[in-house]
């Protein structure tokens, strides 16, 4: 039906960087926002940011200059530029697309399953 799949994830240094990939394949009409969460140990999942197919988008206050969200609309695909990373990032990385499908026409919310992210000296 829907993939959402990520890449891009590993062991990093503190101040290194990270660049994450998300593609969602299948039947797809068009996507609305495709964007990341993230989840560490013992923590609630948090929206790390996000993205309109139009290019609007919203960062959380912790990543705000370090991280940039792009995307490649036309390929269901969204980029998540990490720099200077520090160990509070090191979490589980989610991707979140909503999107429709061309057979049902429905707007749903699908994820994948993740990629790690570890920052450690």
């Known amino acids: 039906q829907v993939q959402v799949t990520e890449s891009g994830g590993g062991l990093v240094q503190p101040g290194g960087s990270l660049r994450l990939s998300c593609a969602a394949s299948?039947?797809?009409?068009?996507?609305?926002?495709m964007g990341w969460y993230r989840q560490a140990p013992g923590k609630q999942r948090e929206l790390v940011a996000n993205?309109?197919?139009?290019?609007?988008?919203r960062y959380a206050d912790s990543v705000k200059g370090r991280f940039t969200i792009s995307r490649d609309a036309a390929k269901n695909t969204v980029f998540l530029q990490m720099d200077g990373l520090k160990p509070e990032d090191t979490a589980v990385y989610l991707c979140?697309?909503?999107?429709?499908?061309?057979?049902?026409?429905?707007?749903?919310?699908?994820w994948g399953r993740g990629t790690q992210v570890t920052v450690s000296a």
């Open positions: 979140n697309a909503d999107l429709s499908l061309r057979a049902l026409g429905g707007r749903s919310e699908y």
């Open positions: 299948g039947n797809i009409y068009t996507w609305y926002t």
């Open positions: 993205i309109t197919r139009f290019g609007t988008t």
